[in-house]
């Protein structure tokens, strides 16, 4: 291989050597055909070893080139299938024997104003016909520009607005097309594509039509762009887009829609079929669902779901749509995806899902490209948290124990800087910016406090320039103008700008009538907040709030404590043993479900075995649905644990549901450490308890009173 490396470099290189070294996997030749990159650029084939953030590579790579406009050489391409969000475009520009690499955030000083589709669905093909009336804008006096689409995307013809044709050539997604030289101009760019990637990309058949999660439109830089998009479908159809619906037509050979999205965002999906709609007005706004395969009933259930979301999420400024709502789709594979104005899910529904409707603001007001870093992810990961913990719905002060992140370290963040996690990073990035970035912001939130949090997120928002990219430096600028005396900049250039997270031990005791705590770090220090639990020898805690900006000792004065706790609830960013997890109802491993012969609608999702109304089972390990009144036996487990059913009626501390409407779960404790499960009531989805050992909820199983414990044993945990 070293041979053929020397030959490359001795002889002017061709695509084929290139595509050569290329399916050989000889990164080491392909580094040497580089030329020289400026200070900080990354290196562009570190995307092919490590795999896209999103699986982009699984179709493998190939090496083409894109014909030269005028005399010359053309641009190298290596690229693949691509999947949206990720990267599989790799751009270079011939420089005598070598390769200048062209990121893909680099404009050529060419820009997207706005785009007009009219998109034409063709099922029975699998294809596509798509025209896009292009406005650009131009800062320089390059004779020529490109665009980047996904490759099965095949452009033939692009003409100006006078109707003339203009000069283009394409390689796979890249097109190179002629530029005038006025400031800005506008092209219509026709093209078409046979769209068959279910689970990963676009899919068209007969069944349903998505362009969602794929680069079907022109981009540069990915920069957010408005659109307006006149999408046709079959004749039943219903086509779904971003933005506001301005038009429907009927005729006897087709649906027409017309959408006109004015939020620049980088991302655009739409998707159509004959679906099943519902809509549901709440508050002023129209929450939507469309659907082949759910019920009305779970989709009425999912509108309602969203609306606290959309208005909680008002907090960082208002709502850009006149409505929001969800595409169930057959083809979308798993997880979902975000639209601003809707969101696309695989399946799972319905859920209390706050993550995709947050990224209305995280990734839609708030442009990301992907290409540096996921912050918006961070954002949107830490939002479902935020959301959960703090929606006004029973007693937030429970819910906020509920629903504190677990944020265990992982050995890939010692990998990568959260700042330069990026797409081309691979699979780390995600983990990054779904992990990583989301545990640093319920950090931030723990140093400043809920309400300032907000503001600070509301606060980014209004400084932004809109319709442009955003990214962490900003954010980290607004947090620490926001609370200056917090001194921030030292939590930022810990967590953000290096890798790694926190192993640290303790060492505790009680000397000089004050409880003394001693941390010893593995490796490198990090500023943190700490959150001590001290409980007392009659059962009482007490909770203090550190931060590790002060040092690494620190001492509460009073009576010695019966047990000291480090991070409680386990929300600092560091190592975590297995040990650490108190009782809580999603960690119980049942081996047996008893059910209640007068209560089987309350488990019908789940089944088990019948329980004997006058025989007391062997409970340990059990899951128990039923009631009290019917299985006598279940009364001293629900006065243990605080729950009085009469009838139909539940109570909890003051906060009473109609079981047919709502449901409580808990785990009780018996003898020698062994614990069962209790299981009332029934919801319209399956309840959300967090992290509780006891939860009550609503008919729409959101979390309404509960018991969350802290970590008093395992990891960080002493008594003294």
């Known amino acids: 291989m070293l041979l053929v490396a020397l030959l490359v470099l001795q002889t002017p290189t061709t695509i084929d050597q290139i595509d050569v070294l290329l399916k050989g996997r000889n990164f080491d030749a392909l580094r040497q055909l580089l030329a020289p990159s400026p200070k900080g650029q990354r290196d562009p084939f570190r995307i092919l070893q490590a795999g896209g953030a999103y699986d982009v590579g699984r179709f493998g790579w190939s090496a083409t080139e894109v014909p030269p406009l005028k005399s010359g050489e053309g641009l190298v391409v290596i690229g693949t299938k691509l999947t949206s969000e990720d990267i599989g475009e790799l751009v270079f520009q011939r420089v005598g024997e070598k390769l200048k690499f062209i990121p893909e955030a680099e404009t050529l000083g060419v820009n997207v104003d706005r785009h007009s589709f009219v998109v034409k669905f063709h099922p029975e093909t699998k294809g596509v016909d798509i025209t896009d009336r292009i406005r650009f804008r131009s800062s320089t006096s390059n004779s020529q520009f490109l665009f980047r689409m996904s490759p099965q995307y095949v452009v033939d013809q692009v003409t100006d607005k006078s109707g003339n044709s203009v000069k283009f050539s394409q390689s796979q997604g890249v097109v190179l097309l002629e530029k005038p030289s006025t400031p800005s101009f506008e092209y219509s760019v026709h093209y078409t594509a046979t769209v068959d990637l279910p689970d990963y990309a676009g899919s068209i058949s007969e069944k349903e039509a998505t362009l969602t999660n794929d680069y079907w439109y022109p981009m540069i830089a990915r920069g957010p762009a408005p659109f307006d998009i006149e999408v046709h479908a079959p004749v039943g159809w219903t086509p779904v887009a971003q933005g506001e619906k301005v038009a429907v037509t009927h005729s006897p050979d087709e649906e027409v829609a017309k959408y006109r999205m004015d939020l620049p965002v980088t991302y655009y999906s739409v998707s159509a079929a004959p679906y099943k709609t519902f809509s549901n007005v709440i508050e002023g706004r129209r929450f939507s669902m469309w659907s082949l395969r759910m019920s009305p009933e779970a989709m009425k259930a999912q509108t309602e779901l969203y609306a606290p979301i959309i208005k909680f999420y008002e907090q960082f400024s208002p709502f850009p749509f006149s409505g929001y709502g969800a595409v169930d789709s057959a083809v979308y594979g798993g997880g979902a995806l975000e639209a601003y104005s809707f969101a696309t899910y695989g399946g799972g529904l319905p859920s209390e899902d706050a993550h995709e409707p947050s990224h209305t603001w995280w990734g839609g007001i708030m442009d990301n490209t992907y290409l540096h870093s996921f912050w918006n992810e961070s954002f949107a990961v830490f939002c479902e948290g935020l959301y959960h913990r703090n929606v006004p719905l029973g007693n937030v002060s429970e819910r906020r124990l509920a629903f504190v992140q677990t944020a265990a370290g992982a050995p890939e963040y010692d990998d990568v800087a959260i700042i330069n996690g990026g797409v081309d990073a691979g699979s780390v990035s995600g983990s990054l910016g779904y992990g990583k970035g989301a545990r640093v912001l319920q950090m931030l939130e723990q140093l400043m406090g809920t309400p300032k949090m907000i503001r600070t997120m509301h606060d980014w928002i209004a400084v932004h320039k809109k319709g442009t990219p955003a990214e962490w430096p900003e954010f980290e600028s607004v947090a620490i103008k926001d609370s200056p005396s917090l001194r921030l900049g030292s939590f930022f250039s810990d967590w953000i700008d290096r890798p790694g997270y926190a192993k640290f031990s303790a060492k505790v005791r009680y000397q000089n009538s004050a409880t003394q705590i001693d941390l010893n770090w593995k490796g490198k220090r990090f500023r943190m907040p ?76 789940s089944g088990g075995d019948a329980a004997e109304s006058k025989v007391t089972p062997e409970l340990s390990g059990l899951r128990i649905i039923g009631s009290p009144e019917s299985l006598p036996w279940l009364k001293p487990l629900c006065d243990q644990v605080g729950l009085q059913v009469h009838g139909n009626r539940l109570s909890y501390k003051g906060t009473t549901i109609d079981l047919n409407h709502g449901s409580a779960q808990a785990v009780v404790d018996l003898p020698n450490g062994k614990h069962c499960t209790l299981v009332m009531g029934k919801t319209r989805i399956p309840a959300d308890v967090g992290r509780a050992r006891l939860a009550v909820t609503d008919d729409l199983g959101r979390f309404l009173r509960g018991v969350t414990e802290p970590k008093v044993k395992g990891n960080l945990t002493y008594r003294l």
């Open 530 to 605: 700490l959150l001590i639990l001290t409980r007392s020898k009659n059962g009482l805690d007490s909770y203090h709030l550190v931060d590790t900006l002060a040092g690494d000792h620190f001492k509460f004065a009073g009576p010695k404590p019966a047990l000291v706790s480090v991070d409680p609830f386990r929300q600092a960013l560091r190592e975590m043993g297995p040990d650490e997890v108190p009782i809580q109802l999603d960690s119980m491993q049942t081996l047996k479900t008893l059910v209640d012969p007068t209560h089987t609608d309350w488990a019908a999702r």
